[in-house]
Nanobody, 123 residues
Framework: VQLQASGGGSVQAGGSLRLSCAAS?????????MGWFRQAPGKEREFVSR????????DYADSVKGRFTISRDNAKNTLNLQMNSLEPEDTAVYYC????????????????WGQGTLVTVSS
């Protein structure tokens, strides 16, 4: 599975961005649990959100709950992250990830990773 993240950019606090992750290769992402992680400069990679195979079950880090929405379109092999009310603390490189089977909040559980897309939020 190859994952390609896109949609990052620079916004002011309070703004919105929509990240996308396109999966390619001979695969159907409906077989994969998928998630978003982020890594700020000098910090460890942290969990942001995850979504189950059908999209019916989602999970969010407390820091983004109520502001971010994860979704997926299995027919298009895409994963999305709608980010609203962005804060400077959201500045990071955002990575999409996938695992065949069940995935939780730890990055080590995910086998496939996109290259990352940079989100910069200014105050």
């Amino acid at each position: 599975v190859q994952l390609q993240a896109s949609g990052g950019g620079s916004v002011q606090a309070g703004g919105s961005l929509r990240l996308s992750c396109a999966a390619s290769g001979r695969t159907f992402i409906g077989n994969y649990y998928m998630g978003w992680f982020r890594q700020a400069p000098g910090k460890e990679r942290e969990f942001v959100s995850r979504i189950n195979w059908s999209g019916a079950v989602t999970d969010y880090a407390d820091s983004v709950k109520g502001r971010f929405t994860i979704s997926r379109d299995n027919a298009k092999n895409t994963l999305n992250l709608q980010m609203n009310s962005l804060e400077p603390e959201d500045t990071a490189v955002y990575y999409c990830a996938a695992v065949r089977g069940l995935g939780f909040r730890s990055a080590v559980e995910y086998d496939y990773w996109g290259q990352g897309t940079l989100v910069t939020v200014s105050s």
